[in-house]
Nanobody
Framework: QVWLVESGGGLVQAGDSLRLSCAAS????????MGWFRQAPGKEREFVAT????????AYADSVKGRFTISRDNAKNTMYLQMNSLKPEDTAVYYC???????????????WGQGTQVTVSS
């Protein structure tokens, strides 16, 4: 079993940057894909970014491509999401997840964190 804890969320203004972290414990994640998803009030959870086990492959939602960067440090069992040029529409609870393969589908991820709130004011 793996436990995931997100951190780094907060209240920022449009155009600012934030770096989210996802710390994992319980087992090594060096062979697992990981991902970030987000859920805004009244909306379904949506894909943000995903990264393969060796960091060689990444994928992003069109809405964040060019602004967000996903990365991971397997030695620290930690994943990151660098978010630049934030927009009010990026406001959501951000969740990290662990899965067996690179995927934009939440159903492919079996372990989830509790989420961290990101609020972007205009």
């Amino acid at each position: 079993q793996v436990w995931l804890v997100e951190s780094g969320g907060g209240l920022v203004q449009a155009g600012d940057s934030l770096r989210l972290s996802c710390a994992a414990s319980g087992r090594t994640l060096s062979r697992s894909a990981m991902g970030w998803f987000r859920q805004a009030p009244g909306k379904e959870r949506e894909f943000v970014a995903t990264i393969g086990w060796n960091s060689g492959t990444t994928a992003y939602a069109d809405s964040v491509k060019g602004r967000f960067t996903i990365s991971r440090d397997n030695a620290k069992n930690t994943m990151y999401l660098q978010m630049n040029s934030l927009k009010p529409e990026d406001t959501a609870v951000y969740y990290c997840a662990v899965g067996l393969r690179l995927s934009p589908w939440a159903t492919d991820f079996g372990s989830w964190g509790q989420g961290t709130q990101v609020t972007v004011s205009s």
